[in-house]
T-cell receptor
Framework: NAGVTQTPKFRVLKTGQSMTLLCAQDMNHEYMYWYRQDPGMGLRLIHY???????AKGEVPDGYNVSRLKKQNFLLGLESAAPSQTSVYFC?????????????FGQGTRLTVV | ELKVEQNPLFLSMQEGKNYTIYCNYSTTSDRLYWYRQDPGKSLESLFVLLSNGAVKQEGRLMASLDTKARLSTLHITAAVHDLSATYFCAVEETSGSRLTFGEGTQLTVNP
């Protein structure tokens, strides 16, 4: 099925542990994004990428790193998890000529840091 | 920096009533999106508004965009319980690569 797939869907981490969230899309989209969702704050952009090998900071990048080594994958890393990073993380991808009119969101990753 | 504000943030309404959710944004843009999110789920695209004066309708929901006022509205007509969800507006920056979301409006429709 075409779309955006996030792995894992749920995870519990201890403070200080590291992990990587994987976002994979099979639509040949150039642009990919990582958002976090917290109650009452909507979705906030963490990092994004406008093409393979490129990344850029969004609104709330601190504590996260990203990589886009392959066009279809966008990885979000937490080097030393903190309780403030407890959130739901959404990945999205879009196609530049049509922008967000044909964008797709993943199903989300619920991360708890204890 | 683009700011997007929705109001109200919480809305409890009775079935059969009408109401409007407002979305204001701070900088020039002519692309605005409305999404619906059910608890524990991802975002579902509702409306794409791409120009000043754009109006889209789907069932009991109607969205409009006034780019001069930097305002979009989502009007609910004769609400039903199935409309209970969180609704987000989001504005696309003129560069086309970033989408900024409002805080969301949590709608509860009571029998």
């Amino acid at each position: 099925n075409a779309g955006v797939t996030q792995t894992p869907k749920f995870r519990v981490l201890k403070t200080g542990q590291s992990m990587t969230l994987l976002c994979a899309q099979d639509m040949n989209h150039e642009y990919m994004y990582w958002y976090r969702q917290d109650p009452g704050m909507g979705l906030r952009l963490i990092h994004y990428s406008v093409g393979e090998g490129t990344t850029a900071k969004g609104e709330v990048p601190d504590g996260y790193n990203v990589s886009r080594l392959k066009k279809q994958n966008f990885l979000l890393g937490l080097e030393s998890a903190a309780p403030s990073q407890t959130s739901v993380y959404f990945c999205a991808s879009s196609y530049p000529p049509t922008g967000w009119t044909e964008a797709f969101f993943g199903q989300g990753t619920r991360l708890t840091v204890v | 920096e683009l700011k997007v504000e929705q109001n109200p943030l919480f809305l409890s309404m009775q079935e059969g009533k009408n109401y409007t959710i407002y979305c204001n944004y701070s900088t020039t843009s002519d692309r605005l999106y409305w999404y619906r999110q059910d608890p524990g789920k991802s975002l579902e695209s509702l409306f794409v508004l791409l120009s000043n004066g754009a109006v889209k309708q789907e069932g009991r929901l109607m969205a409009s965009l006034d780019t001069k006022a930097r305002l979009s509205t989502l009007h609910i007509t004769a609400a039903v319980h199935d409309l209970s969800a969180t609704y987000f507006c989001a504005v696309e920056e003129t560069s086309g690569s970033r989408l900024t979301f409002g805080e969301g409006t949590q709608l509860t429709v009571n029998p």
